[in-house]
């Protein structure tokens, strides 16, 4: 018994090598329509005592929005004391009303707001408070900064990695069957 152990263990061990190899699946985007935080170009702070999050103030919109977890699990709602809750999701808006994206690179603080829940102002119901996870690796792009690449390194914009930034546009586009992108990219600074 313990030889046929024996020469198991190396395809035992080949193919758990192979397993721990093989890449995570892809996030599932989902188009939803319903209240949400919009935070594309949120501005944020760390939260106090937890260098790990930050506290971004999001506008609160209506309409349909991008999440990468199904739509019943970022449904907005109402507790009994009255609080509303949304949570931030991905939309064009802020692209069709002109704000360009400002790229950023790796190493910068930024934050990653995308399905994070969010509390909507009760004075201002028109914003929402979000909790976000603070990043500090990979090139990333904003709607804020209004494109001063100054603002890279002392913000923490909401704001997602390259990659993520085009393919939630492309899904966007999709399915809302838009066929030129409002999505623009800051000017690049002259040297």
Same mark, same amino acid.
């Given at each position: 018994?313990?030889?046929?152990?024996?020469?198991?263990?190396?395809?035992?061990?080949?193919?758990?090598?192979?397993?721990?190899?093989?890449?995570?699946?892809?996030?599932?985007?989902?188009?939803?329509?319903?209240?949400?935080?919009?935070?594309?170009?949120?501005?944020?702070?760390?939260?106090?005592?937890?260098?790990?999050?930050?506290?971004?103030?999001?506008?609160?919109?209506?309409?349909?929005?991008?999440?990468?977890?199904?739509?019943?699990?970022?449904?907005?709602?109402?507790?009994?004391?009255?609080?509303?809750?949304?949570?931030?999701?991905?939309?064009? *808006?802020?692209?069709?009303?002109?704000?360009?994206?400002?790229?950023?690179?790796?190493?910068?603080?930024?934050?990653?707001?995308?399905?994070?829940?969010?509390?909507?102002?009760?004075?201002?119901?028109?914003?929402?408070?979000?909790?976000?996870?603070?990043?500090? *690796?990979?090139?990333?792009?904003?709607?804020?900064?209004?494109?001063?690449?100054?603002?890279?390194?002392?913000?923490?914009?909401?704001?997602?990695?390259?990659?993520?930034?085009?393919?939630?546009?492309?899904?966007?586009?999709?399915?809302?069957?838009?066929?030129?992108?409002?999505?623009?990219?800051?000017?690049?600074?002259?040297?």
């Amino acid at each position: 018994m313990r030889a046929v152990m024996l020469r198991l263990l190396p395809a035992i061990l080949g193919l758990a090598a192979i397993l721990c190899l093989m890449q995570p699946a892809a996030a599932k985007d989902y188009l939803c329509h319903q209240q949400f935080a919009l935070c594309t170009s949120a501005p944020c702070i760390p939260q106090p005592g937890n260098p790990d999050i930050s506290i971004c103030v999001c506008d609160v919109q209506e309409g349909p929005n991008l999440a990468t977890v199904a739509c019943d699990t970022v449904k907005p709602s109402t507790d009994a004391e009255g609080i509303r809750t949304v949570y931030s999701q991905f939309a064009l *808006t802020q692209f069709e009303q002109g704000k360009k994206g400002l790229k950023c690179e790796s190493g910068t603080p930024w934050s990653q707001c995308l399905n994070k829940i969010c509390t909507v102002d009760p004075a201002n119901p028109d914003k929402a408070i979000c909790a976000c996870d603070v990043v500090r *690796t990979g090139d990333w792009q904003t709607a804020g900064g209004d494109c001063d690449a100054a603002t890279c390194k002392t913000a923490y914009w909401s704001g997602a990695l390259l990659a993520d930034s085009r393919s939630n546009a492309d899904f966007m586009m999709d399915q809302l069957k838009i066929t030129k992108s409002p999505a623009e990219a800051c000017p690049v600074p002259k040297q």
